[in-house]
Structure formats: C-alpha cells, structure tokens
C-alpha cells in the first residue's frame, strides 16, 4: 500500500472487518494476515467497549505501546471496517496518524460511493 512508502516507520497494515476476517493486508513477511485481522478486530471491539464504559465519548483511536514498536488500530462506527497499522519503534506517531486518517477516510468514501 501507498502509505509505507509515504511513512517508512509503517511495518505492516491491516485492514479487516469487525468480525476479524481479512479484506487486505501488505504484511512483513511471516506475518500471519488472518492472525492479525482477528486481532485487531478484537482489539477495536475492546477500545470501543472502554471508552463506552468510561464515558469518554466516541472511540476514536487505540495505540499499543511495546519495547519493540506500535500498534495503531482505528474504525468508523459507521463502517464494518477497521484498520490497523504495526509501526516501528520510536515511530513518529504524528505522522502514522496522518497517514491512516488519509487512507482511511479515501476507503469509506470509495465503500459508501459502491
């Protein structure tokens, strides 16, 4: 996808529905696609049930923070479709957003416009 090579930091993108089944994916090699979309779908039914319980408003988006990289997962309550992005570490998580906000809202239109 165009978005790793705008954002070098970006390792692996996901983008699944939110029962986990994969649409598409441009993995690192190894990686297991099926593996991932179940779990970011999880993950993004788990961020919208947080922040639903804490009364923080819509959810927006979740970022994982481990010693070796991010994950940057986002949705769109009006969508069955969520994207997650496997970032580097000491990415630049302005940029990351960015570049899934962009990608991700050309992907809603192109599905709502079909």
């Known amino acids: 996808m165009e978005m790793k090579r705008r954002d070098p930091d ?15 994916s441009d993995l690192e090699s190894g990686e ?4 991932l979309s179940a779990m970011i779908a999880s993950l993004y ?13 819509p959810f927006s988006k979740l970022i994982i923070s481990g010693e070796n990289g991010s994950v940057l997962i986002v949705g769109d309550k ?16 302005g940029l990351a957003l960015i570049e899934v906000k962009r ?7 192109q599905l709502k416009s079909t």
Not at 48 to 54: D, E, F, G, N
Not at 103 to 109: C, D, E, M, N, T
């Open 10 to 24: 970006i390792v692996s993108i996901i983008l699944a529905n939110r029962e986990g089944l994969e649409i598409a």
């Open 103 to 109: 990608a991700f809202g050309r992907i809603l239109k």
């Open 78 to 93: 009006d969508s069955d479709i969520v994207m997650g992005l496997i970032l580097r570490d000491q990415a630049n998580l």
């Open 45 to 57: 039914a788990m961020g919208v049930k947080t922040v639903a319980q804490m009364n923080r408003g």
């Open 32 to 35: 297991d696609s099926l593996l």
